[in-house]
């Protein structure tokens, strides 16, 4: 891949698809996102990004899920399933040694990385990738991009699309954050988690709450069940990424 010499790109310069034809303008893609947005579609917003950019292949994931078992941490994502498996373990790895100002910087520049070397493309798809950074909340998500081989990139194209990226993942989040809050948990089990957050044994819990003990760890056991959690820990984990407390 080739990036140009200035962050404006030339019109005869503009990203091309592989078959060569243009692709779309700045207002073609803001008006397709408005339509895409509301109807909380992240995939077709991210597919959206990626054609504006020239990509062929795009992941979304969130970091603060990378470091656990499975493919969680992806939202969604049109890379083959075997290349995503093999480079979660990298993904995590690299994220963990990062420090937070690397994070911080990292933030909406776009930065390129190379496959690992026992990871095979697609065919006519460059080894090297693109990641771009962003946050919504205090969720960090990711957008990497694959393009094919020896097509000219944008430096501007690829900002916005970080950008644009922020704004579309957000409809997600919102969705989903809403969801788990009004049909998930009851009002009860969101007191229970609360507590547990700071700390607070089921006992105290029980005093607090003007119930008995038993009864607090059936709510919070129906807590872990309705997240998918084993432990209070990742239950308190669960809240906290999703808002909850």
Known sequence: MELPEADRTPESRRPQDPAGSRIMSREQLVRRLSVSTRSNNVQAVMRLLADYVGASHF???RYDLVQEQGL??????????DLVRRLGADLASGYARSTELEKCLSLLTPSFSLLPDDISPPDNIS?????????VGKTRFSL??????????SQERLREVGLFAAYGASFAEARDAKAERDFELTERELECLFWIAEGKTSDEIAVILGISRNTINNYITSVMRKTA?????????YAVRNNLV
């Open 72 to 81: 969680d941490f992806i939202v969604t994502s049109n890379w083959p399933f």
């Open 127 to 135: 080894r090297q990738y693109c990641a771009l950074t962003f946050c």
């Open 59 to 61: 992941l979304l994931a």
């Open 229 to 237: 959690t084993k432990t209070r820990s990742e239950a308190i984990a």
């Open 144 to 153: 990497m991009l694959l393009f094919s081989e020896g097509i000219i990139l």
